[in-house]
């Protein structure tokens, strides 16, 4: 028999039956087969094809075969050796309450997405496991818990199309062996496995949403969003001033621009699974949440106010024509009620779903193609009556007149640009709603570029046309005819016509003409076929614009606040029906809008929008170049015809045309986004998309590491590169943060352990839990786990492998070892060859030594207990007092009840459900440890610097009266001398220490340094020592060598006789240096 189904139900359900490959979740929960003892056997399997008619179909059996039965595979089930293997029938037929045939592939897969609804609507859960699958047993011929490819396991946690699955891991495939058999067949009993939590979340969704295509989803919003209304109403005043060459370059330039960003948004959007979110969501993946959160926000809200600029729009030509004979109020205010009346509109179609919106847009873009087509039509059929107002049909002599410039006023070439180039914001129309194309891949890319080529060759047709056809000024009277007899002296282009339009030109330069390329913006209207057309294009482009926009911002400001970027927007994140359109969003959208109609002001409302929505577009192309530049292997877009320097030059372009278009709205872009991005770094949310910002930033880190390798190491730039044996970090805080005061910014700080557990997952999932505590402390140091019998041999391991070319550790931080005279000697021996070791690799030591000790690690919550301290002000009055009221806020003071319960002491929890006791000790090693994390009072850094060790004794006090806890420490330096050369000797340091340049507030020299030790003190040395020397003289010479190599620790008499000169002569003394503050702490340097 296979092992049993490593896959348990889901929470609150009873398991499917063991035997079933795909089984219906009916509520019970059988047996199960007895599991194997062992993974490597396998399930006999009949290869030939006919053997399938021969197999159990499942669905049908919801226990074993009987033992004996006909069905059984091999007929000796109780032998435990084999069982019977549950295929699909290949011809899609199934009983009642089997699969349904549409859930497998060619009759003998499983369900990829492993759940299926039941005909009545209900759920079933289906549970899907390699071993009671007939997936991999086909694939293979035999079951196995190992995993084939499958595009579930490399997929985003919250991927919308399906959840990650998590594959075996060595680790269980190599435990397999050892497990023993489950009571009820399963493996983890009722705990939910990730395939069955991707199953139970994939049934939950609803069902029937609707996805757009490439032409419906992308290609037509793009297309109504760029055909605005610039097309009708602005584009012959632009050839006008222009003319037809530069009109042209205006086009080909925002051509250009739009182009590049189109490569750049099609390359990331085939780079990986697309959601919804539009421009925020390719930014924030490819740069990072900092980036992405402040464009996505100003992304959104650019779109809610367009639907204003647009609704604006749309009122302003409904209000002018009926200005004549239809006034409500006056101008401002019939703007104002047209376009609350039309965004109400605008709104209820957008609420009523994506489908009906889709709808409109379709009719509305029919509407537009038609009004281009009519004017298309219209300018090859020239009336007499449309003369006078300035159209002639197509002319060589109007073309050329109109070819060259003619700005007028303040216009000039950069102004007409600014006015053309909101036109061309529309390309992420499609992009915005991502999450509701059923292939964005394929969509994005295909829709966006299609539709600037479709409206950039559209545009350019308008410019030339208009330019050939209409004359810059004309006057609309049919009186304006020259006469044959000056007919000669005409040089204008209507001459040739009988026309003489001079008389609405001055002669200071000055026109008051009314028809015309440069005078009349409704020009089109006239060269069209039927006027009435051009106005019903006017309203689609407008009406499309805001319905695009309408339904853009919610969406992405969905995506938004579901990321959690902005704290307190998640009520928005929340979706409804089956397509999770986002109500909520809509209203806030609908809200912003209205506020911005009621400016009923145009060209207030334009120029900080068209802004915004550069800024989205050079950040999308700075992505593309950011993502190539940092080389990552997961930069592999299926879109190959980008390149990262052009995405680069488009980004420089976008950044032109921004402060082009308006240089104070482009600053305030700048302003906002900068200020956004500043938020979002400083907030830290708790994202990783593997983002080319984590990419570059590794990509930097090695090319800078391997850099620093070729460099040989300058004195100049020595730093102090701790590797502090910490054991897990926690459990030493004081040694922690005395060494992470002089490394914070300025050195490498590593905290080793070495670890006796030979579990080398556990050892993994140590150094990730507590590289993650460190970050939490916002402590910058690295915590490297070793596997070793002893400290010693750990500390050998990693002063030898820690590090990374020239960022290794050059100093060894240990603690003082308290219980040297009481402990293992064996256990001292290894600490003091520890020391030796670090010597013997060119490190340096130190070590600190607190009278209360270091280790709280015994301390069950310390984390809990300290962080608490922390947070609550007279905490140690609380620690020690039973009733809180009682504490008077000051912690030097202790209250009256604390000296009454000082043998049992309580601490209260955050929670105060269940209060913690700690003795007066482990209270006093919990202060303790608190003592370099505070701010030090004023006082001094004792240094007794008595011979040249580098100046490693004098630079680590130097670095931490830098800090800004420590910079109320003076440094007071002690050196050895002479009697009778202290003023000398002080003066020779003092002017070391000045080319130093090290700040010091005393310099003291110990004169009587060579005096010889007292006999008293001789005697207590000799007393301290005597239970440690070996006194060989005293015992057989092989008796004295096993005990000298069973317990190296001993003093011989030839060591003792080596040292004496040391031990008892003038260099002997006694060396201490305190670092004393008034917060009392001390430290031996």
């Known amino acids: 028999m296979s092992a049993p189904s490593s896959l348990p139900p889901a929470q609150g359900e009873n398991p499917a039956p063991e035997n079933e490959g795909l089984a219906v979740d009916t509520g019970l929960k059988p047996a199960g087969p007895t599991p194997s003892s062992s993974r490597f056997q396998v399930d006999l399997v009949a290869e030939?094809?006919?053997?399938?008619?021969?197999?159990?179909?499942?669905?049908?059996?919801?226990?074993?075969?009987?033992?004996?039965?006909?069905?059984?595979a091999g007929g000796e089930e109780a032998k435990g050796r084999f069982r019977v293997v549950n295929f699909v029938d290949p011809s899609g037929a199934s009983p009642p309450e089997a699969v349904p045939a549409e859930g497998f592939q060619n009759g003998d897969t499983v369900m990829s997405e492993g759940s299926l609804h039941s005909s009545t609507g209900g759920q079933h859960h289906y549970h899907y496991?390699?071993?009671?699958?007939?997936?991999?047993?086909?694939?293979?011929?035999?079951?196995?818990?190992?995993?084939?490819?499958?595009?579930?396991?490399?997929?985003?946690?919250?991927?919308?199309?399906?959840?990650?699955?998590?594959?075996?891991?060595?680790?269980?495939?190599?435990?397999?062996?050892?497990?023993?058999?489950?009571?009820?067949?399963?493996?983890?009993?009722?705990?939910?496995?990730?395939?069955?939590?991707?199953?139970?979340?994939?049934?939950s969704e609803p069902k029937g949403a609707v996805k757009f295509g490439w032409i419906k989803g992308v290609l037509v919003r793009c297309m109504l969003n760029i055909w605005g209304v610039m097309l009708f109403i602005r584009m012959s005043w632009i050839v006008g001033q222009a003319g037809i060459v530069l009109s042209c370059v205006i086009v080909l330039m925002a051509t250009v621009v739009t182009?590049?960003?189109?490569?750049?948004?099609?390359?990331?959007?085939?780079?990986?699974?697309?959601?919804?979110?539009?421009?925020?969501?390719?930014?924030?993946?490819?740069?990072?949440?900092?980036f992405g959160g402040s464009i996505g926000l100003i992304f959104a809200f650019a779109n809610a106010v367009a639907v204003a600029m647009y609704v604006v729009g749309f009122a302003e030509t409904v209000v002018e024509l009926l200005s004549v004979d239809c006034i409500m109020t006056d101008e401002i205010n019939d703007i104002r009620i047209v376009g609350t009346i039309t965004v109400i509109l605008l709104l209820g179609i957008s609420v009523a779903g994506m489908e009906w919106e889709a709808k409109a847009q379709i009719f509305l873009l029919v509407v537009l193609i038609t009004a281009i087509f009519n004017y298309f039509i219209g300018s090859f059929i020239p009336l007499q009556s449309k003369e006078s107002q300035g159209f002639f049909g197509y002319d060589s002599g109007i073309m050329m007149e109109n070819m060259g410039p003619d700005f007028r006023g303040t216009e000039s070439f950069f102004s007409v640009f600014a006015i053309f180039f909101p036109a061309a914001t529309g390309i992420l129309a499609g992009a915005n709603i991502s999450g509701d194309l059923s292939d964005p891949q394929l969509a994005i890319p295909r829709g966006t570029l299609l539709a600037i080529l479709i409206t950039g060759i559209v545009y350019l047709g308008v410019a030339i046309s208009t330019g050939s056809c209409i004359v810059r000024d004309a006057t609309g009277n049919d009186n304006d005819t020259r006469s044959a007899q000056i007919m000669a002296n005409c040089t204008d282009a209507a001459c040739k016509f009988g026309y003489d339009f001079s008389s609405c030109k001055s002669d200071d330069g000055l026109y008051n003409c009314r028809y015309g390329l440069q005078n009349d913006f409704q020009v089109m209207s006239i060269v069209s076929g039927f006027g009435p057309?051009?106005?019903?294009?006017?309203?689609?482009?407008?009406?499309?614009?805001a319905l695009a926009s309408l339904v853009s911002a919610p969406k992405v400001f969905q995506a938004l606040c579901k990321d959690n970027i902005y704290p307190g927007l998640e009520m928005f994140a929340k979706g409804y029906g089956k397509n999770n359109e986002p109500l909520r969003g809509y209203i806030l959208t609908f809200c912003i809008a209205l506020a911005f109609i009621l400016i009923a002001q145009l060209n207030v409302i334009a120029p900080i929008i068209s802004n915004f929505f550069l800024a989205s577009y050079a950040l999308i192309n700075f992505s593309v170049f950011h993502a190539s530049l940092a080389n990552s292997p997961g930069w592999r877009p299926s879109f190959k015809y980008y390149n990262m320097w052009v995405s680069l030059a488009g980004a420089v372009l976008c950044c032109v045309v921004m402060f082009v278009i308006n240089w104070w709205a482009a600053l305030?872009?700048?302003?906002?986004?900068?200020?956004?991005?500043?938020?979002?770094?400083?907030?830290?949310?708790?994202?990783?998309?593997?983002?080319?910002?984590?990419?570059?930033?590794?990509?930097?880190?090695?090319?800078?590491?391997?850099?620093?390798?070729?460099?040989?190491?300058?004195?100049?730039?020595?730093?102090?590169?701790?590797?502090?044996?910490?054991?897990?970090?926690?459990?030493?805080?004081?040694?922690?943060?005395?060494?992470h005061a002089f490394t914070k910014n300025v050195g490498l700080m590593i905290c080793g352990h070495g670890s006796r557990r030979p579990n080398f997952k556990e050892l993994s999932n140590d150094q990730t839990r507590y590289q993650r505590w460190l970050m939490k402390n916002e402590t910058k140091a690295f915590y490297t786990p070793v596997f070793a019998e002893d400290i010693r041999e750990g500390t050998q391991y990693l002063l030898q492998a820690a590090g990374l070319g020239r960022l290794r550790p050059n100093t060894l931080v240990i603690g003082f070892k308290n219980d040297w005279k009481d402990g293992d000697m064996m256990n001292v021996e290894t600490y003091i060859q520890m020391i030796h070791d670090a010597f013997d690799y060119q490190y340096g030591a130190v070590v600190l030594r607190l009278k209360?000790?270091?280790?709280?690690?015994?301390?069950?919550?310390?984390?809990?207990?300290?962080?608490?301290?922390?947070?609550?002000?007279?905490?140690?009055?609380?620690?020690?007092?039973?009733?809180?009221?009682?504490?008077?806020?000051?912690?030097?003071?202790?209250?009256?009840?604390?000296?009454?319960?000082?043998?049992?002491?309580?601490?209260?929890?955050p929670t105060e459900k269940s209060p913690q006791t700690l003795n007066v000790a482990d209270q006093r090693l919990l202060d303790a440890s608190q003592l370099f994390k505070r701010k030090q009072g004023k006082g001094t850094v004792d240094v007794w610097w008595l011979f040249d060790d580098g100046g490693l004794t004098l630079l680590i006090p130097y670095l931490l009266t830098n800090k800004k806890k420590w910079n109320d420490c003076k440094i007071r330096v002690f050196i050895g001398g002479k009697i009778n050369r202290i003023d000398h000797d002080r003066r020779a340091m003092a002017t070391l220490l000045s080319k130093f340049r090290i700040d010091f507030s005393d310099i003291n020299v110990l004169g009587d340094i060579n005096t010889k030790p007292k006999k008293e003190n001789v005697t207590a040395f000799e007393e301290m020592i005597e239970p440690y020397r070996l006194k060989e003289d005293d015992m057989e010479q092989d008796t004295a060598e096993a005990l000298k190599a069973s317990e190296p620790w001993r003093i011989t008499d030839n060591e003792l006789e080596l040292y004496r000169a040391k031990l008892y002569g003038k260099e002997c003394a006694l060396v201490s240096a305190y670092l004393t503050a008034k917060c009392g702490c001390s430290l031996r340097w």
């Not at 850099?707 to 100049?716: G, Y």
């Open 129 to 203: 496991d390699t071993h009671t699958n007939t997936y991999y047993l086909r694939t293979f011929g035999h079951n196995t818990i190992d995993a084939v490819p499958n595009i579930d396991f490399y997929r985003q946690t919250a991927a919308p199309l399906g959840d990650k699955l998590i594959r075996p891991t060595l680790s269980e495939l190599h435990d397999e062996l050892d497990k023993e058999p489950f009571e009820d067949g399963f493996a983890n009993g009722d705990e939910l496995t990730p395939a069955e939590e991707a199953a139970a979340k994939e049934a």
């Open 533 to 545: 057309i051009i106005t019903a294009g006017i309203f689609s482009a407008t009406l499309s614009s």
């Open 259 to 290: 182009t590049i960003t189109g490569l750049s948004t099609s390359a990331i959007a085939t780079n990986g699974f697309v959601r919804g979110g539009g421009a925020y969501y390719l930014i924030s993946r490819s740069l990072g949440p900092e």
């Open 48 to 72: 030939a094809a006919g053997a399938a008619d021969k197999t159990l179909a499942s669905g049908d059996k919801d226990a074993p075969a009987p033992e004996g039965s006909e069905q059984a």
């Open 668 to 739: 305030m872009t700048n302003v906002i986004v900068m200020g956004l991005y500043i938020y979002v770094s400083y907030k830290k949310p708790d994202v990783n998309w593997g983002s080319s910002t984590q990419a570059l930033t590794y990509h930097q880190a090695l090319t800078h590491s391997l850099h620093l390798s070729s460099v040989e190491d300058h004195i100049k730039n020595f730093r102090p590169q701790c590797l502090v044996m910490t054991g897990y970090p926690n459990s030493r805080p004081a040694l922690l943060h005395l060494v």
């Open 852 to 909: 209360e000790g270091l280790d709280v690690s015994h301390i069950s919550e310390q984390d809990d207990l300290l962080s608490s301290q922390e947070k609550t002000s007279g905490m140690k009055d609380v620690v020690v007092s039973i009733d809180m009221k009682d504490s008077d806020g000051d912690s030097s003071k202790p209250s009256s009840k604390a000296t009454s319960v000082q043998n049992s002491p309580q601490f209260l929890g």
